[in-house]
């Protein structure tokens, strides 16, 4: 029996493991960014292998996860310049695309109809519109994100548009005990996508 003050407790072990995990996965990552990079891929461009070592070094820290992935991502932001593989302009422009600016207003639309519940007022109405039928309930979707799409991004759309599509299906599930999930996401996803088909083809177009 060891004494009250040597005894091991489950939170200490899992710190301890923590810990150690932490140094492991770094070790191995760094063994592996100095292993790519001494390996030349161009011999008349030293950047290729430089860049290789930073993408195996990322991978290695995505698989055994010592840092948040938010943290890995961020890595070429600092690695690329220091190494010379691209200027700090360049890179930091890669991360502010317009693309995911997208993303990010998108994401922060739904997270604002979520949080003053705008959503299930949304809801409520398209059913005492469009009734219980599945049918009509997906058509309404279908046409919702395909008049949407197409002034706005399909992305957007989706995003917006997607707590409420679950939303109005957890309640029918809960009152007709039918799973019809994957038919309204689905439906939505492709109203979204065929509302702003021509836009992007228009795009190409342009491009060519």
């Not at 950047?47 to 992935?69: D, E, G, N, Q």
């Not at 600016?101 to 949304?122: M, P, Y």
């Not at 994100?145 to 309640?171: H, Q």
Request: glycine residues 8%.
């Amino acid at each position: 029996m060891p004494p009250a003050g040597g005894r091991f407790t489950c939170a200490g072990i899992g710190r301890s493991f923590s810990q150690h995990h932490v140094i492991i996965s770094c070790v191995i990552s760094v063994v592996l960014f100095a292993i790519v990079c001494s390996i030349e891929l161009d011999p008349d461009n030293v950047k290729v292998s430089r860049a290789a070592a930073v993408a195996v070094f990322m991978a290695s820290m995505w698989v055994l996860t010592p840092v948040p992935v938010a943290v890995t991502a961020l890595v070429p932001l600092v690695m690329f310049p220091l190494m010379g593989i691209m200027n700090g302009r360049d890179v930091a422009r890669q991360y502010f695309s317009d693309t995911h600016f997208i993303f990010i207003g998108s994401f922060f639309l739904a997270d604002g109809l979520q949080r003053v519940n705008l959503h299930r007022r949304i809801s409520i109405k398209l059913l005492s519109v469009l009734g219980l039928k599945p049918f009509w309930l997906l058509f309404g979707f279908c046409i919702s994100t395909f008049l949407l799409s197409t002034c706005l991004s399909n992305t957007a759309t989706t995003i917006m548009l997607m707590p409420l599509t679950v939303s109005v299906v957890d309640w029918m599930e809960a009152q007709a005990k039918k799973t019809t999930t994957r038919a309204h996401v689905t439906g939505a996803s492709f109203g979204a996508a065929a509302g702003s088909g021509e836009e992007e083809e228009e795009g190409g177009e342009r491009e060519r």
